[in-house]
């Protein structure tokens, strides 16, 4: 698996098991206005919203940024994710593509070349971040976390891992009642990809098909 593969998937990995915990949390009513403690920092709020979560829906926004934050290129779709590890990550603009994981195969479909790639699901996210998100004990293990100022209304909370053989430099995490709102990634070179959240939908089940990928006659397949 080339690098610049593996930091995408980290990032998007990352964002799926984050995001199902954040925004079910989120959907209980935690970190709201409802009458339970707000916690007090961001880092009291990231421990007490990686928890197992529900089935969620949420439009994205993501950016590629430069070493000098130049912005390099911007995509967006949809994604669709339901525990454990199961996500169908759609993107739409600038050109279609597809990442759909059901637990046990990762499927990397490139509409425009009729190609898709199928991986083994823990092999292709081992050496990603989402697997050190499981738990706060296994949060507090991997990363030296921080909570740091904001102006901007949100919660914003930075993990450096503490794998210094990690692909990664820092993650950079921003909540607020809702849930989660941006997921930053920052890797070894100073290139920072960040993920916006928009239109949260929450549900209780799904269609487990959605998870699955039928490979299209005529598709190029490959098995690294």
Known sequence: MNSAFRRAIGVLATAVLLSVGLVARAADG??????DEVPATGVDRLRAYIVAGEVYHADF?????SESGELVRESSGDVSIAPPNRFRWIYQVPFPQLIVSNGEQLYLYDEDLAQVTVY?????LKSSPTMLFRDPESLERSFEIRSLESNDGYAWVELRPRDEDADFEAVYVALDSSGMRVLEMRDKLGQATQIRF?????????????????????????RP
């Open 61 to 65: 926004v993501q950016s590629v940024y």
């Open 30 to 35: 935690e970190g709201t206005n409802s009458g």
């Open 120 to 124: 083994d699901s823990n092999s292709a």
């Open 198 to 222: 928009d239109h949260l939908q929450v549900t209780t089940s799904v269609n487990d098909a959605l998870f699955e990928f039928e490979i299209p006659d005529g598709t190029d397949v490959i």
